[in-house]
Structures are given as C-alpha cells and as structure tokens.
C-alpha cells in the first residue's frame, strides 16, 4: 500500500483541505454539520406575455348571448422553502407538472404582477373588465395545490388615464414562516360584445 500523499497513485491527489464553505456541502442540513453559507438570492421574472381572450359560456357574467371573454395569468408553483429536501409522498420532481420555482431567502418577498394596458381609445372596454384573483398553496406537495382563498375583486387596480397596472401578492404565513409551495391565478372576465377584448400583456417577478 502506498503512503498517503506518497508514490503513485496518491502523488496525483494531494490532500485537500476540508472547506465547508458553500450551499451545495449540505443543501438539506442532513448532516451534523455547520448550516450552509449563504444561499442563492431569490429572483423570479417572467417576460412580457399578450394574454389569451376565450370566448366561454360563463354564469358570472351576466350577457344577453349567455358568453363572456375569459382570460388568465397562473405564476408558476414557488417553492418558498426550497432548504427542505423532502416534499409530500407525491412529491417527485421527475414527473411532469410537479416542479416548483424556488425562491430563496423568501422572507419579506413580493409577487409583482404588472400589466400593460391598451391604448386611450379602448379605455370604455377596460370598463367592461372584470378582474379577480385567487391564490392556492400546499404545505408539503406541489402536486397538490389547493385554493386557499375566495376569489378576490381586484377591478380597481386599473383606471383610465395611465398605461399600466400594478398589483403585488404577499404569500401566506409570516416572514420566513411562509407555506411553502404557493401560486397565483389572476382571471380576466368581459361580456362578450361585438367589440373585441382589448389588448393586455402581462409580466410578473419575485423578489
């Protein structure tokens, strides 16, 4: 046996000196080590995305032909405590539709949805527009999302006169105690009229 260090082959591989620096040692504190050092910092952005009208047969809406234009925004599935190894007995990222974004260090984030709206001339259809929001969460299996609160209105974050709206989400829970697997469906509804629904495009970020 060669000496440690030594003759071939170890004189290839000197010692190396133990260096716990960095998350990757022990992402998931599994072992008795130090905690690991600091963790990537938390940034999701979406680009800017035309939504997608759908002429639907729709009760919330009262028309005379029965229909509403229906359009939605969903942010992906966040991972608000991505540090967790474990995540549900369904939990298995290989599948498809069970990843989650994650978001580092996620106290004290925000859901910024921001969204362009049409030009002047089609202020009197933004009128029309009905716009709510529901959030939905899950605390252990992003395979298992469920809502978490009743629809909200949120009609009053645009009015006419300016180019874009704002609307910021703050998830459930308290900072760094937030649930941890959370997503946003915002909805778009309209009567559907001979006038086509106006053109908004919507971008959103996590930070």
Do not use: C
Not at 161 to 190: C, D, E, H, M
Request: net charge neutral.
């Amino acid at each position: 046996m060669y000496p440690r260090g030594g003759a071939f082959p170890y004189a290839e591989f000197p010692d190396q000196p133990y260096d716990p620096s960095g998350v990757l040692y022990n992402p998931g504190q599994t072992n008795p080590f130090p905690n690991p050092g600091p963790a990537p910092v938390a940034f999701w952005h979406q680009p800017e995305l035309p939504l997608t009208w759908v002429s639907v047969v729709d009760a919330v809406t009262t028309t005379p032909t029965g229909t509403a234009w229906v359009a939605s925004w969903t942010s992906p599935r966040f991972d608000l405590h991505p540090e967790q190894r474990g995540a549900g007995l369904n939990y298995n990222i290989a599948t498809p539709g069970n990843g989650a974004q994650p978001i580092w260090q996620s106290a004290g984030k925000i859901l910024h949805t921001f969204w362009t709206l049409p030009a002047p001339a089609d202020s009197a259809t933004m009128a029309q527009i009905q716009i709510t929001s529901q959030e939905s969460a899950s605390p252990d299996d992003p395979a298992r999302l469920a809502t978490i609160t009743s629809v909200q209105q949120m009609s009053d974050v645009y009015s006419t006169g300016k180019q874009a709206a704002y609307q910021g989400f703050i998830p459930p829970g308290g900072g760094g105690s937030y649930i941890r697997f959370w997503s946003v469906t915002v909805t778009f509804r309209r009567p559907n009229t001979a006038v086509a629904p106006p053109n908004i495009t919507l971008r959103g970020g996590f930070y």
